[in-house]
């Protein structure tokens, strides 16, 4: 399997995961210009914008530990460009990270902040 399509099954396991706990999938892979948003959801009135990061097991590290300061600038400039076009920029917003390992799913909320 190429990394696109790891990514994309981890993304779908963190979206079923989410909606089972009662999110509303708003988008999958939001484009930008500057990169891409795996899933924008709605969790009781908050637009929460997800990152999503997969790893088959723990040999190098949790997968959160990828959300960067830097990865997470680029999220919070996708976030701001999505609330613009969707004209929800003075909605509460959050930014949660969730770990898929192997088919198991650690949900970070408020994983980091605007």
């Known amino acids: 399997m190429n990394k696109k399509s790891v990514g994309n099954?981890?993304?779908?396991?963190a979206c079923a995961y989410l909606k089972k706990i009662g999110y509303k999938i708003l988008e999958?892979?939001?484009?930008?210009?500057?990169?891409?948003?795996?899933?924008?959801?709605?969790?009781?009135?908050v637009t929460v914008f997800v990152e999503v990061k997969y790893r088959s097991n723990l040999e190098f590290g949790y997968p959160a530990d990828a959300v960067t300061q830097s990865k997470q600038r680029?999220?919070?400039?996708?976030?701001?460009?999505?609330?613009?076009?969707?004209r929800i920029a003075d909605f509460p917003m959050r930014f949660d990270v969730v770990e898929v390992i192997g088919s198991e799913v650690n949900h970070i909320i408020g994983a980091f902040e605007a």
């Not at 099954?9 to 396991?13: F, H, K, N, V």
């Open 28 to 45: 999958r892979n939001f484009r930008y210009e500057g990169g891409e948003i795996d899933i924008i959801a709605l969790d009781k009135g």
């Open 9 to 13: 099954a981890g993304e779908s396991i």
């Open 74 to 86: 680029k999220i919070i400039n996708g976030a701001k460009s999505y609330s613009v076009i969707r």
